[in-house]
């Protein structure tokens, strides 16, 4: 009998030609796969699935894991306020985790001895896809002949034509990838440092003019209603925004980035309801925890995000700081009002019981009634004290 291998498959060049390769030049059973998280329609994964069997690949599986993803990951980067290296909503790369499992169980469920994927040696990709492999499923090899062998891409187009497959492998200009979180774009202004992409090149375009109020309905941190309209599932939620939003063109920007090969990398994207999320989650934040709070969670946050690009999801201290975020949502109840304009939102402000701006303590910069003018002078003394001690023993101010 022939040795099983799992293709995780796209349906583009690269796995295409992965299926060819490791049924007729490796002696495989190739069963390939598809892990759904979010950023395929049921036309699209019925294509996919389609093309896959014309390449002879003995069985196609679609693995559809949005929910989970949503629950074990992308709730977290809305708690965290993730945005990495201050732009970047950690999009398209979070899911690759989330695949990566679902193949590995894929792989072991049917006891496969291999799981191939087609990503080259140039990427994060190979780092996330393989060490996932290793933790969940390290019985079993990994072979990556696109990576191994360093096609290009002709190579793998004259391949395919001897075994009699016949496809269009013209090259968008772009490479566009999409996802529940947002979408990634790639093409030759992002491989250099000066250029911007043209408006051609995102697949969302402005077809809206004007302005908007869009409300969000969140219930600790979770955004559980839409201008109104409830949702029960957060995933739902997402969807709503985005197809409100994405017809402003917003979310839009260009990363800049460490990739974890040690290379700069430079990628655009379009996100506009992650983005809207978190920016909204944020402010929501500011009126509702305290500021040892908000200064803890920028930290756990920050380090939750670095380490899902990383590929170091599955490392236990996540599930620690994923109880913090959790424990940190009790009170991020309340509706954020936004208005949104072509290419770009504007946060308005919030309502909420558990707003710490309470006027019954005091306004800033008007009034207070929590205490007085004599307390704040001793308040002051107190405050100033080691740095008085420290001044007139140093004598540094002269």
Excluded at 80 to 94: A, D, E, K
Excluded at 241 to 263: N, P, V
Excluded at 291 to 307: I, V
Excluded at 313 to 340: A, C, H, W
Aim: glycine share 8%; proline share 2%.
């Amino acid at each position: 009998m022939k040795e099983k291998v799992v293709l995780a498959f796209s349906g583009g060049l690269d796995t295409s030609y992965c299926a060819k390769y490791l049924s007729d030049e490796k002696g495989l059973d190739v069963h390939s796969a598809i892990v759904n998280t979010g950023g395929f329609s049921a036309e699209e994964l019925k294509e996919i699935e389609t093309k896959a069997l014309k390449l002879g690949v003995s069985s196609h599986k679609t693995i559809d894991v949005t929910d989970e993803y949503y629950q074990k990951c992308i709730k977290y980067l809305v708690w965290g306020n993730v945005l990495r290296n201050n732009t970047y909503p950690i999009s398209v790369s979070s899911e690759r985790v989330f695949q990566a499992i679902a193949i590995a169980n894929f792989a072991k469920e049917i006891g496969a001895s291999y799981i191939a994927h087609g990503s080259t040696g140039a990427g994060n990709d190979q780092v996330r896809f393989d060490l996932v492999f290793l933790i969940v499923c390290p019985d079993i090899k990994v072979i990556t002949p696109i990576r191994d062998m360093k096609l290009s891409r002709d190579e793998e187009i004259e391949f395919l034509k001897s075994k009699g497959v016949v496809s269009d492998w013209t090259k968008s200009a772009y490479s566009i990838n999409k996802g529940l979180w947002g979408t990634s774009i790639g093409g030759r202004e992002t491989l250099t440092s000066s250029q911007s992409l043209p408006e051609s090149a995102y697949p969302t375009q402005l077809t809206k003019q004007g302005e908007e109020v869009l409300t969000l309905d969140f219930v600790k941190g979770e955004v559980k209603g839409v201008n109104g309209k409830k949702f029960e599932n957060p995933v739902d939620s997402i969807r709503e925004i985005e197809s409100i939003a994405g017809a402003y063109a917003i979310g839009r920007d260009i990363h800049i980035g460490d990739t974890i090969i040690g290379i700069k990398g430079r990628v655009g994207f379009e996100a506009a309801a992650p983005l809207i999320m978190i920016k909204a989650h944020h402010l929501l934040e500011k009126h509702t925890l305290t500021k040892w709070q908000l200064y803890w969670k920028e930290q756990m946050g920050n380090w939750y995000g670095m380490f899902v690009h990383e590929s170091q999801y599955l490392d236990p201290v996540m599930r620690n700081i994923e109880k913090f975020l959790d424990d940190s949502q009790e009170f991020v109840t309340g509706k954020v009002i936004v208005k949104l304009k072509p290419y770009h939102f504007e946060l308005v402000g919030i309502e909420s019981e558990h707003d710490l701006m309470n006027a019954k303590f005091a306004k800033y910069g008007e009034e207070n009634t929590a205490f007085s003018g004599e307390d704040v002078k001793g308040f002051t003394k107190i405050l100033a004290n080691q740095m008085k001690i420290f001044y007139s023993i140093n004598d540094s101010t002269k």
